[in-house]
């Protein structure tokens, strides 16, 4: 009853800047953070980015200076702003959201969305 839906990804060149955004929906009691994570071929998936309900922010360290992460409270979004691109940050990006789901209040239940393909080449 939770939904995520990404938007955003695409082919770019190195230094060159994306936006990606994230909408929750569906059966909500609240949501504690929204972030997002990546998987590159032939890696394990890891951290980029989070954002809490509090406002408190996390980066991974390699990203640190290029990515920037917000959200829109009132439409339950989450956007990655990803400037100085490198080939190196190719990768399918996985929004992530950790939601108290009205079906079972007393969870955190993490969700994720389908997950959006950037790249990065020239």
């Known amino acids: 009853q939770v939904q995520l839906v990404e938007s955003g990804g695409g082919l770019v060149q190195p230094g060159g800047s994306l936006r990606l955004s994230c909408a929750a929906s569906?059966?909500?009691?609240?949501?504690?953070?929204m972030g997002w994570y990546r998987q590159a071929p032939g890696k394990q998936r890891e951290f980029v980015a989070d954002?809490?309900?509090?406002?408190?922010?996390n980066y991974a360290e390699s990203v640190k200076g290029r990515f920037t992460i917000s959200r829109d409270t009132r439409l339950n979004t989450v956007y990655l702003q990803m400037n100085s691109l490198k080939p190196e940050d190719t990768a399918v990006y996985y929004c992530?959201?950790?939601?108290?789901?009205?079906?079972?209040?007393?969870?955190?239940?993490?969700?994720w969305g389908q997950g959006t393909q950037v790249t990065v080449s020239s």
């Open positions: 992530n959201a950790r939601i108290r789901p009205r079906a079972s209040p007393d969870w955190i239940v993490a969700y």
């Open positions: 569906g059966s909500i009691l609240s949501i504690v953070a």
């Open positions: 954002i809490t309900s509090g406002d408190s922010i």
